[in-house]
């Protein structure tokens, strides 16, 4: 009997879908923590460039995130349909935007970032030491993309229990050669700070790697009739693109921002606080997962529904989402704010480290549950197929976010807690739009929302 591909859109069966994309996107993020541990050991300067590098390098792996996250749109919807067909030959359509999009990221990487840097007012000693780590810390995009596309297909046909057993031992891998790389031992000279990069790119191998050889052993194409085929059509490459561009523009110019927020950071303000930044980046990772996980699952269950016909369920299951994301995150963030010194003290450093991440620690978590809000209203919008729109809300809330981190940082030199505060703007704009998408704009078209 084949297995049916409609979304459950019971409580349970949000958390049942939800939990194991959470766990799976919370291993990487674990690995972000334990590279920064490992290099704050090092020194402060070490972990303040892990701040630089690590965001330029999620600028393309967000445009990857983009690009699956509308694979998994698509391939939803036509789950919801039961058009079983062009699943995977979707898919597949994926990884040659993937493979083009990682050549560029290289190619950008080797021959202006360096440039890129130092017009910006980055020092030449800072530009050198993150563009030589980036250098080799690029390659890994290509199987990073892989990787995510391939998640999107375990969570599209439901089997999100599987992707903890890729991100665990890519975990596991990455962990182990970033303390071997960076520090030496076992017949190995000590990298330092490149050690990282290397580790990474292994990892992220291998990571996808394990998923690839998950979907092939466990047979999902026959359990579920999914015609396991690949028939390029340049009609469909171009119908990925027009649905995936918007989606990858917007997280591209999203983490660009941070990006540029990052450098303004490192150009006003002392290593200690562009270590405690680095810090709070990791925190933000972390409790991200979460929100972006029922992101995931928002996007994928409102399109199952979408395709199936369930219009009038579009907006309380949309709520449902929210509530149980938005509980999640308020306890994490109480747990947290119990145990700041705690935190603070993985990373090794001096007593003004501590200070100022205890300053910055109030700002964030509170924006996190602005976060979390707001990706769940903005991944409903992509459910409803409308990417232009959700660039539309992404570019204004770079904009106001861009404004505001230039006035604060560069022309008024506030504290790096206010500069911080810039997430606030960030998140409210975006939910409001959004908000007001679903709610009013598109009564007329979708006739499921109701007031």
């Known amino acids: 009997m084949t297995e049916s591909l409609k979304a459950d859109t019971t409580v349970k069966g949000i958390i049942l879908l939800t939990l194991p994309i959470s766990l799976a996107r919370l291993v990487p993020e674990l690995n972000f923590l334990f590279n920064a541990i490992f290099l704050g050991h090092l020194g402060t300067t070490e972990l303040a460039y892990a701040a630089l590098s690590g965001v330029y390098y999620l600028i393309f792996a967000a445009m990857g995130y983009g690009l699956s996250n509308a694979i998994l749109s698509m391939i939803s919807r036509q789950a919801g349909e039961n058009n079983r ?71 599209c046909i439901q089997e999100t229990k599987w992707l903890l057993f890729a991100s665990v031992i890519e975990s596991v891998v990455n962990i182990i050669l970033d303390y071997w790389f960076i520090f030496g031992g076992w017949g190995l000279t000590p990298m330092g700070f490149n050690g990282a990069a290397y ?94 996980a029922f992101g995931a699952s928002t996007n994928t ?22 509530y149980i994301s938005a509980t999640g995150m308020l306890i994490f963030i109480v747990l947290v704010n119990l145990i700041p010194n705690t935190v603070f003290a993985l990373y090794g450093q001096q007593q003004e480290f501590s200070n100022v991440g205890t300053s910055l620690l109030r700002v964030v978590t509170s924006a996190m549950l602005m976060l979390t809000i707001g990706v769940i209203w903005l991944n409903a919008v992509v459910a409803t197929g409308n ?18 981190v230039f006035y604060v940082i560069e022309v008024k030199h506030f504290s790096v807690s206010v500069a911080w505060m810039s997430e606030w703007l960030y998140w409210t704009v975006m939910f409001l739009m959004s908000f007001f998408y679903i709610r009013f704009w598109k009564r007329k078209q979708l006739t499921f929302v109701s007031t």
């Open 301 to 322: 269950i409102l399109s199952n529904i979408l395709g199936q016909g369930r219009r009038a369920d579009f907006l309380p299951v949309l709520k449902r989402i929210m």
């Open 387 to 404: 990417t232009r729109f959700v660039f539309l809300t992404e570019l204004t809330s770079i904009i106001a976010y861009l404004i505001y």
């Open 199 to 292: 580790a990474s790119v292994i990892s992220e191998i291998v990571g996808f790697a394990a998923v690839g050889f998950l979907i092939v052993y466990k047979k999902f194409s026959i359990k579920y009739d999914i015609p396991n085929i690949f028939e390029y059509k340049s009609k469909l490459l171009k119908s990925v693109f027009i649905q995936a561009s918007p989606l990858m523009a917007q997280y591209a110019i999203s983490i660009i921002a941070w990006w540029i927020f990052y450098v303004l950071i490192n150009r006003n303000y002392n290593y200690a606080e562009q270590a405690a930044s680095q810090a709070m980046r990791n925190l933000f990772g972390i409790s991200g997962v979460f929100s972006w």
């Open 85 to 155: 067909l062009n699943i995977v030959n979707t898919l597949r359509h994926g990884y040659l935007l993937a493979a083009i999009l990682a050549f560029v990221a290289i190619v950008i990487t080797f021959f202006g970032l360096h440039s890129i840097m130092v017009n910006l007012g980055v020092s030449l000693p800072d530009a050198h030491a993150v563009s030589g780590f980036m250098n080799i810390r690029i390659f890994g995009l290509i199987f990073l993309f892989g990787y995510q596309l391939s998640n999107s297909y375990l969570i």
